[in-house]
């Protein structure tokens, strides 16, 4: 892959994914990274649909793990919502950061600092929008996003436990 030669890179990477269903089971967490660097070889041979469905079974794969509700599944959904901003995902990047939003809020609180990075994150998808966006969602504008941008900068500036550094960013 470092080569730029995606098509042996592919065959390595699928190789490697079968031995590891072999040795360990199709459902164990340790090909993550196999299946991150399949998806990063799609995307450079342009087969979007075929990285998106990978993200998709690397999610599966840490929800079968974990409780979809608990915090222990937040780091797999900002993996995600990383992954659906680099496909142009944005609707579906801005539902991964909500359901981030919803578990925190339920977990934490309303006004916890761990909402600031889901609800930036939300804020900032609505920087961008695909052609469905437009078609089915017109009323989405960065005006949208600037709502949970200020609701961050709240729980920063009101937070007891805010630091400046948090405050600043």
Do not use: C
């Not at 087969?47 to 079968?64: C, P, T």
């Not at 609505?126 to 949970?148: H, I, K, R, W």
């Amino acid at each position: 892959l470092a080569s730029d030669r995606p098509d042996l890179a592919l065959n390595t990477f699928t190789r490697a994914q079968h031995i590891n269903h072999v040795n360990k089971g199709p459902h164990n967490l340790d090909q993550v990274k196999i299946l991150e660097s399949l998806a990063e070889i799609y995307i450079s041979i342009g087969k979007i649909e075929k990285a998106h469905k990978l993200n998709n079974r690397i999610y599966a794969l840490h929800a079968r793990k974990y409780d979809t509700n608990s915090e222990d599944i937040i780091p797999a959904l900002y993996k995600r919502a990383e992954w659906q901003h680099r496909l142009r995902l944005y609707g579906q990047e801005r539902s991964t950061y909500r359901k981030i939003i919803n578990i925190v809020e339920k977990n934490k609180g309303k006004q916890s600092l761990p909402l600031i990075r889901p609800l930036t994150g939300l804020a900032n998808a609505y920087l961008y929008s695909g052609a469905l966006d437009l078609e089915y969602y017109p009323e989405n504008t960065t005006t949208t996003g600037e709502m949970y941008l200020k609701r961050a900068t709240r729980i920063a500036e009101e937070h007891s436990d805010s630091t400046w550094e948090i405050r600043e960013d």
